[in-house]
């Protein structure tokens, strides 16, 4: 039995939240201070992941689909090909996209594994990422050793 002595619209009154005007404003951030937020190993690679995919989809898929189209094209429109990729700045756009198919290759055998529930703890989910992060980067290093 109720032994609440309150008509209904009091006790209703007392659940309901108050009204928006007499709530005390939250205070939210104006900005985003990127370089202060630390990012955890994992998040950090995810980052990255991220960024790679966007750089491969952006600059990789066009300069891929051209280089293939010149190199079709004739044998002097290889040869002017040749020439250009043998231009430092031009090893250096190379080396970026290496790396970026390098690590995000790496990150995304990373993440099916997370699919698949294997190392989702906490240590090997940090571990796995320390991992991608020096085998993208040792496998870039050789990619520029053999291209320069």
Not at 41 to 52: A, E
Not at 69 to 79: C, E
Request: glycine share 8%; charged share 15%; aromatic share 8%.
């Amino acid at each position: 039995m109720n032994m609440d002595t309150r008509s209904f619209d009091d006790r209703a009154g007392a659940r309901d939240p108050a009204p928006s005007s007499e709530r005390p404003a939250r205070a939210r951030p104006v900005y985003l201070d990127l370089p202060r937020i630390r990012l955890p190993v994992p998040g950090f690679v995810s980052f990255l992941h991220r960024v790679s995919g966007a750089l491969l989809f952006v600059v990789g898929i066009p300069l891929l689909l051209a280089g293939v189209g010149m190199s079709l094209a004739s044998a002097d429109s290889f040869a002017q090909l040749r020439s250009t990729a043998a231009h430092p700045l031009a090893k250096l756009v190379l080396l970026g996209l290496a790396w970026a198919y390098i690590h995000h290759f790496c990150a995304g055998i990373r993440f099916l594994l997370l699919d698949l529930h294997a190392g989702i703890e906490l240590p090997g989910a940090r571990r796995s990422s320390v991992i991608v992060l020096v085998v993208s980067v040792a496998l870039t290093i050789a990619v520029g050793v053999r291209l320069w």
